[in-house]
C-alpha cells in the first residue's frame, strides 16, 4: 500500500476534492439552516452526485476486473442495488420529517433534519480518504487507475464505494421526499385578476 505522500501532480485532483467537499458541504449546511426550494437545484445536485459515483464505480470496477477477471462483474449487483434501496428507504422518513415555510419573498424554503444530510456528507468524505490511502494523493483519482491493487485494498476500495452508494442513495431519496413534500403544500396564491376597461356602473 503507497505511502500517503502529496506529490505536485496531485495538487489538481486534490483540489478538486476539497472543492466538490466545500460545495456539498455547503449545500449541506444550507439544507439545515433553510433552503429555496427549486426543482432543478434538488434534481441537478443528485444527478451530479450519480455521475460521480458512476466514475469512481467504473474506476474500481475497471480494477476488480483487472484481478478477478470476469467473476467481478458480479459487483455490478450491489453497486446498482444499495443506492436503489437506500433511497426507496429514505424518502418517505423525508416526506414526513422536512419543514416548509414561505418566507417575505413569497418562494417556499425547506429545512431538513441534520441525520440524512450528515449521514450522506460522512460517507462521501470516508470514501475518498480510503483511496487516498489506498492509492496516493498522486493517483488516487485516476480513471481508470494506473495499476491494480492488492486484493485487501480491492475490498476496501469496494467497501467505501458501496457506502458511497448509500450515500448518494440517501441524497436521491432525500430529493425525492423533499419533492413528495412539496407536492402536498397547500397551492400558492395567484396574483389579483387584471383590471378590466369596463365602467364603472353609474348611480
Avoid: C, H, K, N
Amino acid at each position: 500500500m503507497p505511502a500517503v505522500t502529496l506529490s505536485p501532480s496531485a495538487t489538481p485532483e486534490l483540489v478538486l476534492l476539497l472543492l466538490f467537499v466545500f460545495i456539498v458541504g455547503r449545500r449541506t449546511y444550507a439544507m439545515l439552516q433553510g433552503t429555496r426550494f427549486s426543482l432543478g437545484r434538488v434534481f441537478a445536485f443528485a444527478a451530479l452526485y450519480v455521475l460521480l459515483f458512476a466514475a469512481l464505480a467504473f474506476a474500481t470496477l475497471y480494477s476488480a476486473v483487472g484481478t478477478w477477471g470476469a467473476s467481478a462483474y458480479s459487483l455490478l449487483a450491489p453497486y446498482v442495488a444499495l443506492p436503489v434501496v437506500s433511497a426507496l428507504l429514505i424518502a418517505p422518513y423525508v416526506q414526513r420529517t422536512v419543514q416548509f415555510e414561505r418566507r417575505d419573498d413569497g418562494q417556499w424554503y425547506y429545512r431538513l433534519t441534520w441525520q440524512i444530510p450528515v449521514a450522506y456528507l460522512s460517507l462521501f468524505v470516508t470514501r475518498f480518504i480510503a483511496e487516498i490511502v489506498v492509492y496516493g494523493p498522486s493517483s488516487a483519482f485516476a480513471l481508470p487507475p494506473p495499476a491494480p491493487p492488492s486484493t485487501t485494498a480491492l475490498w476496501i476500495l469496494i467497501g467505501v464505494d458501496l457506502l458511497f452508494g448509500i450515500s448518494l442513495g440517501l441524497l436521491v431519496g432525500r430529493g425525492w421526499g423533499v419533492y413528495r413534500a412539496y407536492r402536498e403544500l397547500p397551492p400558492s396564491p395567484g396574483p389579483p385578476p387584471p383590471l378590466t376597461d369596463t365602467p364603472l356602473p353609474s348611480r
